[in-house]
């Protein structure tokens, strides 16, 4: 797993740019953990154990009302990191983690990250790029939650989806697209028949494709 671990903090964004000297002592400190497609990786308001470094497979981010409904945040996909938010603020894990397909993940633990940034600050830096771009993502989210019709968020969702390559890995369900937009099932469900019905999209054994991305680009610019 040595040279795994190599590999998978080079391809990381928040460890790429370090030196191949710091990489590998970061990455000897990390435990492997392995999960299946729907383990908890960690719930929200459990204590941070640290940072994870996803090696493979795709997990969702995800927050949960009192009532027990689901907002998905964010998906992410290896090599990428995941709970970086409490490893400066001394709080509990904000949201909960599951994985959507097999997972490796490389745990570092949070007294050793935090050690590891003080005697190497360039890697603190590093994490708050991830931070900021992490708020970006939460800011887009709260505005396609608040502005514009369900169909013109879909839209617009389906659309970043297809441009990140998302649509090639595991496939969007309409749970996960509802949950993604704050809305239901059955919503979702109701625009992706129309989507197909105007030759936007193409329902596929469950996977959606995209075969007009300029019709969907048009119809999620709409005006509010």
Do not use: W
């Not at 370090?18 to 383990?39: C, H, Q, S």
């Not at 969702?60 to 995941?82: F, Y």
């Not at 990140?164 to 509802?178: D, S, V, Y």
């Amino acid at each position: 797993m040595a040279v795994r671990r190599e590999e998978v903090f080079r391809a990381t964004p928040l460890f790429r740019t370090l030196p191949d000297e710091l990489r590998r002592e970061l990455a000897a400190l990390a435990v492997e953990k392995r999960y299946g497609a729907g383990d908890v990786i960690f719930h929200e308001g459990d204590p941070c154990e640290g940072l994870y470094v996803l090696g493979e497979g795709t997990v969702k981010i995800c927050k949960t009302s009192p009532t027990g409904r689901e907002i998905m945040l964010a998906m992410e996909s290896a090599p990428s990191s995941v709970a970086e938010v409490p490893l400066f603020d001394e709080g509990d894990y904000p949201a909960t983690v599951r994985a959507l397909t097999p997972v490796t993940a490389l745990l570092i633990r949070r007294e050793d990250f935090r050690r590891y940034c003080l005697q190497h600050p360039e890697v603190a830096l590093r994490v708050f790029a991830i931070l900021g771009r992490r708020l970006r993502q939460l800011v887009g989210l709260i505005e396609a939650i608040t502005f514009g019709s369900v169909r013109q968020r879909l839209a617009r969702l389906l659309l970043e989806s297809y441009e990140r390559g998302e649509m090639e890995g595991a496939p969007l369900t309409h749970e996960e697209l509802a949950m993604r937009l704050g809305t239901v099932r059955e919503v979702v469900s109701r625009n992706l028949a129309r989507f197909q019905a105007e030759g936007m999209v193409k329902i596929e054994r469950r996977q959606i494709v995209i075969t007009d991305p300029e019709a969907l680009r048009a119809e999620a610019e709409t005006e509010f």
